[in-house]
């Protein structure tokens, strides 16, 4: 294979078109989009039209006249296109770990007498420390940990919920969410599924599978900007069973009837807490209609080659100098980034940055790699190796500036 081989595969790839719609600054080769997506062309002018004419002109009549109002379930909506799910089962509301916890607490509520959160030990902190922080609050409720291996053996009468991140943040290794839930309901559980680094990069069917609950990030794949709102799904059968635990207006069957006392919006409006984010909203919008026009099916399959692409030239390339992958080699069994692990991953990975290769690091050894199929080229993985392999052979990462730790890694 030859980059003139890699070139002509760019030269044929269906969503080619979609990388001019994203601001890539000229010499980066961005493999971070799995951390924080790329800023996509459309995004400034919306925002400028949401603050200075919806904002700034209208005002307050732009809650109803710009459907500021509906945005969560309209968004919502648009994001349930994206992962095999109803329109009505998604909402976009919070972060990510604000609906981890209403999720887990509606859960356990929805499972009376049975208390365990069933999860994985090294799942996402920010899962395991929720999951922590339910169990602190309520005395019966345990968080049980059961490595991968051995975890559908571990869900037994008492296990509620099931907490499992889709894609492992770390290793990329990718759960058969099919097979998980149904195992899970075998057993009478529940299973909450956390999408953050699926969505947008590898194809999800939550009704397919039976899922129940699910979470997902807005600012990853998605593209939605830092700290953009997060999404929560609910199958629709299970809505009625299940109360949020955040019972703010915004959840409430008439918000604007200003009544003292709670009582639930019907469906999963009632997962709504305080007043929706617009600024964030509006961006996270244009991301979400972005990968609403790209085939799912065509996205998948240029994930998987990009990143076969990437294991198969590091291997090459970069063989004997101390890099061991750290994911899945079974392209069905992994998501979109890569994990390779070398004794001094930190300061390689601060070199490869300052040379345009935007990666992150992962502690304790962990380059990791994240191929976003909307904008990344074959030629793109092919080069980044390049540099891999430069920086590797001219140990150039052993320079002093590269080894402090900066606050964010
Ligand atoms: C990125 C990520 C999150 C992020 O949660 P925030 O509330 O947005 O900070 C949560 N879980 C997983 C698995 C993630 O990858």
């Not at 109803?86 to 604000?98: F, H």
């Not at 097979?179 to 680094?197: E, F, I, Y």
């Not at 065509?298 to 030239?313: G, H, N, P, Y």
Request: proline share 6%.
């Amino acid at each position: 294979m030859t980059l003139d081989d890699i070139q002509r595969r760019d030269a044929t790839d269906p969503l080619a078109g979609f990388r001019s719609e994203f601001t890539l600054p000229e010499g980066v080769i961005y493999l971070d989009g799995n951390s924080l997506g790329a800023l996509p062309r459309a995004t400034a002018a919306r925002l400028a039209d949401t603050v200075t004419r919806e904002w700034g002109q209208d005002l307050i009549r732009s809650w109803n006249t710009a459907d500021w109002i509906g945005a969560p379930q309209r968004v919502g909506g648009k994001i349930a296109g994206l992962i095999g799910a109803q329109a009505d089962e998604v909402v976009v509301a919070d972060s990510t770990s604000v609906n981890l916890f209403k999720l887990l607490a509606a859960g356990l509520k929805a499972r009376p007498g049975r208390t365990v959160i069933l999860t994985e030990p090294g799942n996402f902190p920010t899962d395991l420390y929720v999951a922590q922080g339910v169990q602190a609050l309520l005395p019966d409720v345990t968080v049980r940990t059961a490595p991968r291996e051995t975890l559908l053996e571990a869900i037994d009468d008492d296990v509620a919920v099931v907490m499992l991140t889709h894609v492992h943040y770390k290793s990329g290794a990718r759960f058969d969410m099919a097979a998980v839930t149904a195992a899970a309901h075998a057993r009478g559980a529940l299973v909450l599924w956390d999408l953050s680094h699926s969505v947008g990069a590898v194809e999800i069917d939550l009704n397919g599978a039976g899922a129940d609950l699910a979470v997902g990030c807005g600012y990853k794949y998605l593209n939605g900007g830092p700290g953009a709102p997060a999404f929560l799904f609910a199958a629709r059968a299970l809505q009625a069973d299940l109360a949020s635990p955040l019972t703010g207006w915004m959840g409430h069957a008439a918000p604007f009837a200003f009544g003292d006392d709670y009582a639930p919006a019907p469906g999963l409006d009632r997962f709504l807490c305080g007043t929706p984010p617009i600024l964030g909203v509006a961006a996270l919008e244009i991301g979400v209609e972005i990968a609403l026009r790209a085939d799912m099916a065509q996205v998948a399959e240029k994930s998987r080659q990009l990143t076969a692409l990437f294991i198969d030239r590091v291997e090459d390339r970069c063989a004997g100098l101390g890099l061991t992958l750290a994911s899945p080699r079974a392209p069905e069994q992994r998501g979109s980034h890569i994990a390779f692990t070398h004794e001094a991953a930190y300061p390689v990975m601060q070199a490869l940055i300052a040379r345009g290769v935007i990666g992150d690091f992962r502690a304790p050894d962990i380059l990791r790699f994240g191929f976003t199929p909307l904008y990344l080229r074959h030629e793109d993985a092919w080069n980044a190796v390049e540099i891999l392999r430069e920086v590797l052979v001219s140990e150039a990462w052993r320079e002093p500036a590269y080894q402090v730790r900066a606050a964010v890694t």
